[in-house]
């Protein structure tokens, strides 16, 4: 049975914003004037590059972070560029400035790569991990494409649940308890899917929960157990993705198809809300296009 745009919660019918993201940072500006911004070096490696981007960040200087990007410049994977990447300086910079909002801190990084690709395994800290009792930082990677002595590409990659902390940061932000909802759904578990959801869960999705959000378990169980009798099957494109930062949300980019493999894989963003270790709310909507 394929699944249709009309006959699921919008095509089943998004957080992963490090993840989150998943996965997942400033509103201070940093400096002053434009003469005041320093320029990057002569040495206009990745690696050069990523180093002057996360000692700009560190010191919460927006402006020298700018610098460091072409205007053309791509930016995948953080905070403000999860769903869409960020296309240009001015996309670029909301995603740079809320890392300095939230004291985002890179450390302890580990480069591989040289020349025009640069990746870098980090320890970062930010305001959330702070405030989370025995979760001090998390670890993840991060690449860095250079043209002409800029910055030309920036994405972001896996978080490092390897490591005991950056796995309990992983759980906490809420992407274990996404990644049980997908694991719930994919098995056909309904009472699994709904021991996830808070009583007073809003589910948002065409056709039958939107433009009137469906609110309750009840009335969501009765979406679950059509998407289940639907046998559908949904897939995580941007896992590797989860915004970190973004702590009570949980975003992606989902690939939905039946269990049975009939007809083609369609796309939707899903967003989940938490709330006290439980989902609060869910929404699917068309994944954006670039």
Do not use: H
Request: hydrophobic share 40%; proline share 5%; net charge negative.
């Amino acid at each position: 049975m394929r699944p249709s745009l009309r006959a699921l919660p919008w095509s089943l019918g998004v957080v992963f914003a490090l993840l989150a993201g998943a996965l997942t940072l400033g509103v201070a500006c940093g400096g002053g004037g434009e003469d005041e911004v320093p320029t990057p070096t002569a040495q206009g490696s990745a690696s050069a590059l990523l180093q002057q981007l996360d000692d700009a960040i560190n010191r919460g200087d927006v402006a020298a972070s700018m610098a460091l990007f072409s205007d053309d410049a791509v930016s995948e994977g953080g905070p403000q560029c999860f769903v869409t990447p960020c296309a240009g300086k001015a996309a670029i910079q909301k995603d740079i400035e809320f890392y300095i909002q939230e004291s985002v801190t890179f450390t302890s990084c580990s480069t591989e790569g040289s020349g025009d690709t640069s990746t870098a395994r980090c320890e970062v800290r930010t305001d959330g991990t702070r405030e989370r009792p025995g979760v001090d930082r998390f670890i993840s990677a991060r690449t860095v494409e250079a043209q002409a002595g800029k910055i030309s590409a920036f994405r972001w990659g896996a978080l490092d649940i390897s490591d005991q902390q950056t796995a309990t940061y992983w759980a906490v932000n809420g992407a274990a308890l996404y990644q049980q909802y997908l694991d719930s759904i994919n098995r056909g578990d309904v009472a699994a899917v709904m021991a996830l959801f808070a009583d007073d869960a809003v589910f948002e999705a065409a056709p039958e929960c939107s433009p009137a959000p469906c609110t309750g378990k009840e009335a969501i169980q009765q979406e679950i157990e059509r998407l289940v009798a639907d046998e559908v099957s949904l897939t995580s494109t941007k896992a590797e993705l989860f915004a970190p930062f973004v702590n009570p949300k949980v975003t992606d980019i989902l690939e939905i198809s039946t269990r049975s493999g009939a007809g083609e894989p369609e796309s939707a963003s899903i967003t989940l809300e938490l709330a006290g270790g439980k989902i609060a709310s869910v929404r699917l909507e068309p994944a954006p296009t670039n």
